[in-house]
């Protein structure tokens, strides 16, 4: 589905991805991990082009997205759905209107359908009965919910989600994590999750890749990482201080 190939990236001088290659597989889950400040959140960015690289390709079915402009642009990233790291609801709109959005904006699809889709994705994260309520009113796990509702409502191929456990609770992390399983399996989405919680998301992952000093160390399934030899990648999942990554 994705395949991003010798990705390079600077800000101001300082070289955050240092030659990232990485195959996202079609249908699965893959988790990006690693330190904060190593550049995952960049490297999404980069999958949907909301940054153009250095250096590099990334193509998402064959199409190297990098050149791409306007309209063909457009084209790609329709195939996205984003669960940004705050859940980014609006929050003036209740929690239907934040679901309808996408599809009020992007698609001609008539009221009563739109009604019937975020009506479908609401139910699927566990919020049927919440659609005339405003974020204000509902918990974080709640919001992180209706953030998934409103990604997947357009009915995307693929859905990023950066850091979506931001801030909760380990029960909630838990079911969020449990939540995008069931969804993955549901809706039949690529996915691919930058995440923190190790080794947690190593149990809806069918793919794990470690990013570090800018780029890919390892990846493989979550039991092969877990039994990685690679000290670094030992050392983060343990989370001890010893080790070839030092402490900032």
């Given amino acids: 589905m994705i395949e991003v190939r010798d990705l390079y990236k600077a800000f101001d001088g300082q070289q955050v991805l240092r030659g990232v290659s990485l195959t996202i597989s079609q249908g699965r889950i893959t988790a990006i991990i690693g330190r904060s400040g190593t550049g995952k959140s960049v490297l999404l960015k980069h999958l ?11 193509l998402v079915d064959g199409v190297d997205v990098v050149p791409l402009r306007g309209r063909a642009l457009d084209r790609v990233r329709a195939k996205f759905g984003v669960l940004f790291q705050g859940g980014a609801l609006f929050d003036s709109l209740t929690v239907f209107e934040n679901v309808a959005f996408p599809l009020r904006e992007k698609t001609p699809l008539p009221e009563p359908e739109v009604a019937h889709r975020v009506g479908e994705r609401l139910e699927a994260v566990g919020l049927a009965d919440m659609g005339h309520k405003f974020p204000a009113e509902i918990s974080g796990g709640m919001r992180k919910r209706v953030a998934l509702a409103r990604a997947l409502v357009t009915d995307p191929q693929i859905v990023l989600f950066d850091e979506p456990t931001t801030g909760l609770d380990p ?13 993955q399996r549901r809706f039949g989405f690529t996915g ?26 390892a990846a493989g399934p979550p039991d092969q990482m877990l039994r990685s030899d690679d000290p670094r990648v030992h050392q983060f999942i343990t989370g001890r201080a010893e080790g070839p990554i030092r402490p900032s």
């Fill in 48 to 58: 949907i082009r909301l940054l153009r690289p250095d250096r590099g390709q990334v």
């Fill in 171 to 183: 029960i909630m992390l838990n079911a969020i994590h449990h939540l995008i399983a069931d969804t």
């Fill in 192 to 217: 691919v999750v930058v995440s923190h919680d190790v080794p947690d998301v190593f149990e809806i992952a069918h793919q794990v890749a470690m990013l570090h000093e800018g780029t890919i160390v």
